[in-house]
């Protein structure tokens, strides 16, 4: 409980701080977990990380992040709003393919590179290969909305071109990833095709079955006279998430998966009372209990440990990162007719990995594809792509000034009907 309160307090402290340099939350979240952790306070004497956050304590903070990761996981897939799309799905697809494919093949020559030193146990090749690859190509969707709405992008061809291509790439990476999880933790080649068609008979039950049972349920809520029975609402989605990310740990992907297929499947027109009582509560569940999350894997991460040798690899693979991304989507958005100023923003935008890097990061270093000195350095390239977005951004002059603050959310006087879910679920 100590330790909850001294997560809560020190990412609050520190996001406040973060905000004068414009940073999203969970720059500074991150950042927060590594002071606490071995890279900082463990310089001090006494072991301070031990003393603050013992080993048996760590397994039930653990728990608790797990739990705000399915909420954020689940309102993500709610978010992804597909139908943005109409009118431009050539233009979207084509730099939603190139700002993917561009990263994924550098990471796949940087992974080949790194295998003998950085690979997890026993882990093969490929394996390395395609989660390296895909932790390469990915972009945050939730930190980049959060960082076009700062920066006053909204309503910008770059600031809704990003987004959009952000969303198909979240999509393809989770799918990928999909891929990945069961390739590492099928024993043989009968349980990884078991696993693949678990998962597609899962997929067409969610599509088919679970989709058209929530978008009923919805509807007749917003067409009843009656008062519409909040908790018993936000029980019966939260109990879906929760099954839903049982049933794809039981397949034999994480269960975060699950989380973000019920998101998928949730109606994207939603009433003003299935609004305040099922996504605007979720959005509070998420703000308290997500930064458990980031401050428990900042604690994992050990500056100390790396080499020297280690730090130049860092550079390396930073180096790849935003490369790959610049020219996988800085350089197509040029060719496509905007302006170098617009393309390059573009760039920075898409190379923004934030949140959904930590998660798929996390998920290696479980499954023991990447061991611990290659997980710390890709926490720490995650951190520093996210924190370059908003200085760049400002630096090419397309920045506005930062959005007023919007009216709160549980007030229906101030909140026009919902076509969503909440528009921003992370804080």
């Keep these: 409980m100590a330790d909850i309160a001294i997560v809560l307090i020190a990412g609050a402290v520190v996001v406040r701080l973060s905000r004068r340099l414009r940073q999203p939350p969970v720059v500074a979240e991150i950042a927060t977990g590594i002071m606490l952790g071995p890279s900082v306070l463990g310089l001090l004497p006494g072991d301070l990380p031990q003393q603050l956050f013992p080993t048996d304590a760590r397994p039930a903070l653990s728990v608790i992040a797990q739990v705000g990761l399915v909420f954020f996981m689940f309102l993500a897939g709610w978010e992804l709003d597909f139908t943005r799309l109409h009118g431009r799905g050539k233009a979207v697809a084509t730099l939603a393919g190139l700002s993917m494919a561009v990263p994924f093949a550098l990471g796949a020559g940087a992974a080949a590179l790194l295998f003998d030193r950085y690979g997890g146990g026993d882990v093969q090749l490929s394996t390395f290969i395609l989660f390296l690859s895909t932790a390469f190509s990915i972009t945050a969707f939730p930190v980049l909305a959060r960082i076009i709405k700062d920066g006053g992008l909204s309503g910008t061809k770059v600031g809704t071109m990003a987004m959009a291509c952000a969303a198909i790439g979240d999509v393809l990476a989770w799918c990928v990833l999909v891929l990945v999880v069961a390739v590492s933790q099928a024993d043989g080649a009968g349980r990884f095709v078991a696993v693949l068609a678990l998962t597609v008979a899962y997929a067409l039950l969610m599509a088919c079955v679970v989709r058209p049972l929530l978008r009923t349920l919805i509807s007749r809520s917003a067409r009843s006279s009656r008062p519409v029975a909040g908790g018993m609402y936000l029980a019966l989605i939260a109990s879906g998430v929760f099954l839903s990310a049982w049933v794809t740990s039981w ?16 109606p994207r027109t939603v009433s003003r009372e299935v609004h305040e009582h099922v996504a605007a509560p979720l959005s509070k569940i998420v703000s308290l209990l997500l930064p458990v999350f980031f401050i428990v894997t900042g604690l994992t991460v050990d ?8 730090l130049l690899i860092l550079l390396f693979l930073l180096a790849v990162a935003v490369v790959g991304k610049l020219a996988g989507a800085g350089l197509p958005a040029r060719m496509s007719g905007m302006s170098w100023r617009e ?12 949140l959904t890097e930590l998660v798929v990061l996390d998920i290696g270093r479980q499954l023991g594809v990447i061991n611990a000195d290659m997980f710390t350095m890709m926490v720490i390239l995650a951190v520093v792509t996210t924190a370059m977005a908003g200085p760049a951004l400002q630096l090419l002059g397309v920045t506005a000034q930062p959005s007023a603050p919007e009216a709160p959310l549980a007030n ?9 879910p909440v528009p921003d679920p992370v804080p």
Excluded at 303 to 310: D, K, N, R, V, Y
Excluded at 343 to 354: D, H, K, Q, S, V
């Design 412 to 420: 229906p006087d101030t909140i026009p009907p919902v076509t969503g």
């Design 343 to 354: 393309a390059g923003a573009f760039g920075i935008l898409m190379n923004t990995r934030g």
């Design 303 to 310: 500056l100390g440990t790396l080499a020297p040798s280690g």
């Design 251 to 266: 397949i034999g992907i994480h269960a975060i998966f699950g989380a973000f297929a019920f998101g998928l499947a949730m």
